[in-house]
């Protein structure tokens, strides 16, 4: 029996490859904790995740859904979810995403990115240099909202005319910021999980 180490630190490949082996090995490694695939007209990069990329991504994950849970909102989380349409060649798998005052608009059946809404939210960590920015691939489908980790800090991306700027806070989650969420991810280093979510909550409570 195999058993599967976490590696200390992203690993990357990028390679030139068709739309066909593409969606092959997205059909060889259909769960979530296998490989992320990333698809650009002919570029296929293939990731294997560490724990240092999935801490963030789990922490981000988790402040929105406590900050909307507070605030009222519906989540849908979408996960890691394949979003892929051919007529662009392109297709990516974000590292969380999340349908938002959507309630119940992606449980229990597969998400069509050619037909269906995209997230209004997702989450990309990008603790190593990426060979292939995902950003133009994201903006190529639509995605309204991008908070991007990099290590040190969250920054909150929106779309306008069809590329990623900048913004101070969220519209997806208006009371939100890139301070906001760096600071709550710094505090989670050295509080108790307990503590951290009362301490979510009762900020998200107090911007209602």
Known sequence: MSTAVSPAVEQRVVLNASWETYERLLAEYPDVAGPRFTYDEG????????????????????????????????????????????ELLKGFEPDSAFYLGRAGAAWNRDVDA????????IIEIDISRSSLPRF??????????????????????????????????????????GSVATQFLEDSR???????????????????
């Open 114 to 121: 050619a037909v269906d809404p995209l997230p209004d939210l």
């Open 190 to 208: 050295t509080m108790r999980s307990t503590e951290w979510l009362r301490r979510v909550r009762e900020w998200a409570r107090s911007r209602r």
């Open 43 to 86: 570029m296929l990069e293939i990731m294997v995740l560490s724990a240092q990329h999935e801490q963030p991504n789990w922490l981000l994950g988790l402040l929105v859904v406590e900050v909307a849970a507070e605030l009222g909102i519906d989540v849908c989380p979408l996960g890691s979810t394949t979003f892929k349409r051919e």
């Open 136 to 177: 133009p691939i994201s903006a190529a489908f639509g995605d309204a909202e991008v908070w991007r980790y990099d290590g040190e800090r969250v920054s909150i991306w929106r779309l306008q005319a069809g590329r990623y700027v900048e913004a101070e806070s969220s519209t997806a989650l208006p009371p939100l910021t």
